[in-house]
Nanobody, 117 residues
Framework: QVQVVESGGGLVPAGGSLRLSCTTS????????MGWYRQAPGSQRELVAA???????NYVDSVKGRFTISRDNAKNMVYLQMNSLKPEDTAVYYC???????????WGQGTQVTVSS
């Protein structure tokens, strides 16, 4: 079992910035993909950003140019830097970890991001 823990959510005005952090109980160097999903009330969970162990990244179109995902293997951390936040970014953000040796993805408990207009 792998524990995933997020932090860094909060309330921010439109145009502001937040950085989310995620760590796991396992060395992230052994995890193939880590990233963030989000879910707003009444909406389906959507993939926001992901990063592979090789450093390849992908983003949902709505956050391209505003969000940056990165990983620091030495600190066992993955970050999501969110700039130019919009009210539509308001959601619960979940960190996930995906490994070839695991049957299922591992999920954090979620952190609330609220962007006021």
């Amino acid at each position: 079992q792998v524990q995933v823990v997020e932090s860094g959510g909060g309330l921010v005005p439109a145009g502001g910035s937040l950085r989310l952090s995620c760590t796991t109980s396992r060395n992230i160097g052994s995890i193939n993909v880590m990233g963030w999903y989000r879910q707003a009330p009444g909406s389906q969970r959507e993939l926001v950003a992901a990063i592979t162990s090789a450093g390849r990244t992908n983003y949902v179109d709505s956050v391209k140019g505003r969000f940056t995902i990165s990983r620091d293997n030495a600190k066992n951390m993955v970050y999501l830097q969110m700039n130019s936040l919009k009210p539509e970014d308001t959601a619960v953000y979940y960190c996930f970890a995906r490994a070839d040796w695991a049957r299922d993805d591992y999920w954090g408990q979620g952190t609330q991001v609220t962007v006021s207009s």
